[in-house]
C-alpha cells in the first residue's frame, strides 16, 4: 500500500511558479499511475493532470495544459508538478493521488498543499 505525502505549496503572485512534490512510501510505486487534483472553496474537486507508470503518457485538463507539468523520478519515489504562469484561478488545494492506470480509479490520496495565487 502506498502513502502519499504533498509539499511544495504556497502564496505566488499572478504569472509565478511553484514546484509541487508527491513523495510515495511503499513498495509498487514504479508500477502505478500518478495524478494531480485540486480542489478549491466551494467547489468540487477536477482533474489538473496525470503520468503513466512509464512517465511516457501525460493527461492535462484544459485549462493548465501548457502551463503545468506532471513528471516522475520512480528512483526517488517522487512525482512533480511544475506550476508556471500561475493565474489566481489556480488557487486551491492541490492533491496527488495514485491508482492502477492512467485513466483508472486513483483510489491513493494524499493529504493535499495549498497554492494561492494573488492577483
Known amino acids: 500500500q502506498v502513502q502519499l505525502v504533498e509539499s511544495g505549496g504556497g502564496l505566488v503572485q499572478a504569472g509565478g511558479s511553484l514546484r509541487l512534490s508527491c513523495a510515495a512510501s511503499?513498495?509498487?510505486?514504479?508500477?502505478?499511475?500518478m495524478g494531480w487534483f485540486r480542489q478549491a472553496p466551494g467547489k468540487q474537486r477536477e482533474f489538473v493532470a496525470a503520468?503513466?507508470?512509464?512517465?511516457?503518457?501525460?493527461l492535462y485538463a484544459d485549462s493548465v495544459k501548457g502551463r503545468f507539468t506532471i513528471s516522475r523520478e520512480n528512483a526517488k519515489n517522487t512525482v512533480y508538478l511544475q506550476l508556471n504562469s500561475l493565474k489566481p484561478e489556480d488557487t486551491a488545494v492541490y492533491y496527488c493521488?495514485?491508482?492502477?492506470?492512467?485513466?483508472?480509479?486513483?483510489?491513493?490520496w494524499g493529504q493535499g498543499t495549498q497554492v494561492t495565487v494573488s492577483s
Open positions: 503520468i503513466a507508470e512509464s512517465g511516457v503518457t501525460t
Open positions: 493521488a495514485a491508482g492502477p492506470t492512467i485513466r483508472g480509479k486513483y483510489d491513493v
Open positions: 511503499g513498495r509498487t510505486f514504479s508500477s502505478i499511475a
